[in-house]
């Protein structure tokens, strides 16, 4: 039961640094509320589960090859940036937003985690060192029951994080001022574009190396 427990640590140390994940989770929590908040984080948690997946069925070097890793780069500073610029143009209408509003749709809000996860070159790298290693080590200790138990712990550790950060932008929206919260949207959405910035540049940077 330690060792369960210590991969539920594992996820939620692997969703704590600050990323473009949690940055989007803010911002929606702040303009949308806590469900939109979750939702992002679900979206990159489902597509988490499908790296997992394909690194069990050993199909994750169709990802990591140069053509895929540059189109990735490319997605991911497009999706990132669009996002950002959306946080910021639309950071001035927190004034405006009044609780029970909903002004972004679920399925959005999912769709925007999901596609900021699965196009992230450095999630599939880092599902690799990861997933791969305990994969290696589950293997051959244990069963695949056992793997299956430890995946689930890595999942219950992200779930965790991903209702922290919904349930903290939830708390953020009822007790800050609108001007304190469109200051943090925007921040957000620097921190989402600067993401875009460094992946555009990767992308380059493959393309003509």
Known sequence: MSIFFSYILLGLSLSAPM?????????????FGFMNAWLVGFGAMVADGIFMLMI????SHVIDTAFMRSFLWLFGCFVLTYTGIESIKNAGSLVEVRKGERKET???SFRTGFLMAISNPLTILFWLGIYGSILAKTS?????SQLFVYSLGIFIGITVWDLTMAGVATGARKWMSPKVLSGISILSGVILIGFGVYFGRE????LIG
């Not at 992308?203 to 493959?206: C, F, T, V, Y």
Request: aromatic share 10%; glycine share 14%; proline share 3%.
């Open 56 to 59: 069990y069925f050993g199909i």
């Open 203 to 206: 992308a380059i940077r493959l």
């Open 106 to 108: 679920n399925r959005k």
């Open 140 to 144: 051959t200790a244990y069963g695949t």
């Open 19 to 31: 990323g473009p994940i949690n940055a989007a989770q803010l911002d929606r929590g702040i303009r």
